[in-house]
């Protein structure tokens, strides 16, 4: 783990909330993209070396829309940057944990991602990340 890539927070309305974050952080978005394979739409925030992920489901199936309904908002996940992901997910295999995929998917800003089951590190949902080359 190289560091913290970025912090998820589960949103209801990018529209209401990246104003809000605008004020917050006292800087822009600086990127909104949609990922289609989790049905999500991201909002992107940076302070240093800080990155804030503001996460609205696209569809009522995605995992956000889940968390939504039974947390309602706030954070959802932490993210770790890593060197080499097909190494990092191997290694955290063997050490006990368990992952929410058997390959990394392509996630918002052009990063490969695999997530950890939130049961195997005290209730916290981890996500791995590489920039994709």
Request: net charge negative; charged share 25%.
């Amino acid at each position: 783990m190289l560091r913290v890539e970025h912090i998820g927070i589960a949103v209801k309305s990018l529209s209401d909330s990246v104003p809000l974050f605008e004020k917050l952080l006292n800087t822009s978005c600086y990127k909104q993209e949609e990922v289609d394979s989790e049905q999500v739409m991201t909002a992107f925030f940076q302070q240093g070396e800080t990155k804030i992920e503001l996460l609205e489901a696209t569809g009522p199936g995605s995992a956000i829309a889940k968390f939504l309904d039974k947390k309602g908002e706030g954070m959802h996940h932490i993210a770790f940057e890593v060197a080499d992901i097909y190494a990092e997910m191997k290694r955290l295999q063997e050490e006990g944990f368990v992952l929410l995929q058997e390959t990394p998917k392509k996630g918002a800003d052009n990063k490969l991602i695999c997530f950890l089951h939130p049961k195997h590190s005290n209730g916290v949902l981890i996500e791995i990340c590489q920039d994709i080359k």
